[in-house]
């Protein structure tokens, strides 16, 4: 038997939606294997339904030799399988010893009463710590450890629960390149134990250093394993982009777009919590600028920044040709900046409001005084802005006294564009505007941008969809870890150029 | 169907069940309670609490509360009668110590919600207790007799056959009305009890709101604090106690959703009223008072129960 993992021809449905099809994936003892895609790829699906948190819609798991249609998650737990996700999931408010022995706390009989036996826990546990190299004592409680810290416990619980293979998703995401060493120790150490390891990143240099495999998924599909020692970051690249973008961009020739001025200036920006550092690009009158990178690479983080949602350390910023200070959306709405932000249930729409309150919405606090507490509105003219953008957009709801919350994704999408062209306003944020939207409304959506640049806007997209903007953008910012890794105008991008520049 | 019938529970429910109970009460008592000396009797004793509900129901619109107009109410009675006793003419006395003093005691609850970043529960907790002993302290926890006669008969008196207090609340119900539906201040309020991070990305500064919600509740709960001192004739250093309950209850039974962003100013004149016929009605019922409060709090469960059974899907 050479594996302790075998997942075969794994499909997964959500309500007709594919997430996963046929995809199979084998892990060999003592080996670190490489998971590796896009945002969105189906790794995360594919380690639920390991971890017994979905069930496959056909394809059959074996683990040690015993084959499973579906697993249960204490089946999968039985099976010695470990999932430590990105988010720890730890409660605080516990010792490290007690958060190591969740769930299976020993227990001992005192009086003829069953009382957890403290003692001989926290003694194991740590020895499970020391194992993992944290210096700690195991009656600490996890409040205050660090998210290095936490992990090693993690990796202890794990152990402690002997685990036979152990899921790490993206466990680097938060740590310093000191902590990310002593990790790779770690794994160094589980590998010599025999512990299989799944390891998900999207850091390809640290991927071709700790890893023995990889496997690439794209869109849900099964794209193939390679040993390590015979890949580059560029093979890596193309792998998870695929073959199929061979054209150079998706936008005709003619419809690329390079401004004279200047609408917006951004020098040097930095966040106070550095979550975007020295950033310094403009944005031109009459074309569309793209920003790509991974989640959390401060692509999202930047627009909050200049939109006054998030404060800002150094760096200064112009705004149609005026040197501007944005401390709140207030002030940023008042300037003429409309954001359409990553979610929209959290961020974006008003439940408790009907269509029509939702698009005046901002403008009415364009046009108010005193921190937009004061003015007085005018139902009748509100509801006429509504029904004019619900024609000009093309918003399709059976009446504007619906409530917002009864429309489809794209309808929403396109209340919240409303709201903003209502306010004025004269540059546009789009993060992430056709998440979980159905094709017909994407592309009324980037017609409305494109004629928004047209007609002088300023136009910003994030995106972490590549096809959506190598399709709608002239120019596109790639970041990495909170910085600018790269610009590249539409004639020179291409998946492959993008990825490469978000990952390494 | 099921639709139908949610739409218009949501929208005449509370009205249907005033209108109801009115019935009920005029059938068992029909010659004590359906007089118009009685029903006047409620519109005067219910008054003060559509005062303080109309308050909260601001409070509770951001998905917060305000458990501290009770003590408010004290504390702005006891300084206004003070400073009448000192010999300030009462208009003025009633402007400073009750309305101004009102506002600056909610201001202090919006400061410390925003400063704190503490639920408006805990802050206002705190505040019921803090006010209360300030009252108890510059009143030496003893009442404030001696009122001037005008303030008395101007504030507590009859215009016609209409008493004033119910003058008074009604005032204050119209021009919340005014704030609800007419001014960019009422729909934002609305829009950041909905979803705050939302109303925050589309423009609305949050704390600034927030303190308004406050102040008002503080002035709704100084109107209260004065009519209540002018029918007493003095100043009860523990007069509101517990009364925080009742503002809660006009609120969330006229149909202002603890959740925020949900409800109207009528609902709570309404709720206000539901209870004022409640208890007046088990009174000539002669249903001993320690009952009464079992059925205003059951009311209370109700009425937040049916609001989830049957209201509009959110």
Redesign the interface.
Known sequence: MDYIVEMKNISKDFSGVKALQDVSFQLKPGEVHILLGENGAGKSTLMKILSGVYEPSSGSIVINGTAFSKLSPKESVDSGISVIYQELSMIDELSIAENIFVGKLPMIKKFGIPVVDFKNMEEIAQRMIEKVGLKRSSKDLVERLSISEKQQVEIAKAIASRAKVIVMDEPTSSLTGEETNKLFGIIRQLKYLGVGIIYISHKLHELLEIGDRVSVLKDGKYVGTKDIKDVTKETLVTMMVGRAVNERHLKPEDSIHTGEETLLKVEGLTRKDRMVQDVSFELKKGEILGFSGLIGSGRTELMNAI?G?APIAEGRIELFGQEVIIK???H??KLGIG?V?ESRK????????EIW?NIS??R???T?SL???????NEKQEKKWAEEYKASINIKCASIEQNI?ELSGGNQQKVLIG?WLAAGSKLMIFDEPTKGIDIGARGEIYKIMRELAEDGVGVMVVSSDLPELLSVCDRIIVFREGRMNGTLSIEEATEENIMLAATS | MMQKFNVIWSKYGTFGILILLTLVMGILSPQYFLTTGNLTQVLLQSSVNILLGLGEFFTILIAGIDLSVGSIMALTGMIAAKLMVAGMHWVLAIIIGGIFVGGLLGGINGFLVNKTGLHPFIITLGTLSIFRGLTLIISDAKPVFGLPQAFKSSIAGWLGPVPIPVIIALIVALAFIFITN????G??I??L???S?????????IK??TM?VFVISGVAAGIAGIVMTARLGAAEPLSGSGYETQAIAAAIIGGTSFF???GKIIGVVMGGLIIGVISNGLNILSVPTYYQQIVMGALIILAVFLDRLFGV??
């Open positions: 939109y949602a709140s959306p207030y940023a709405i954001h932000t959290e961020t974006g729409f008003l439940k408790n409001f309150k919405l901002s009415l606090l364009k108010s921190g937009g507490t004061w003015g007085l509105i919350g709201k | 007419k001014t960019k201040l729909r934002n609305y829009a009890g909905g979803n991070q939302a109303a925050w990305f589309s423009g609305i500064n600034r709101h308004i925020g962003g949900k899907k959110r």
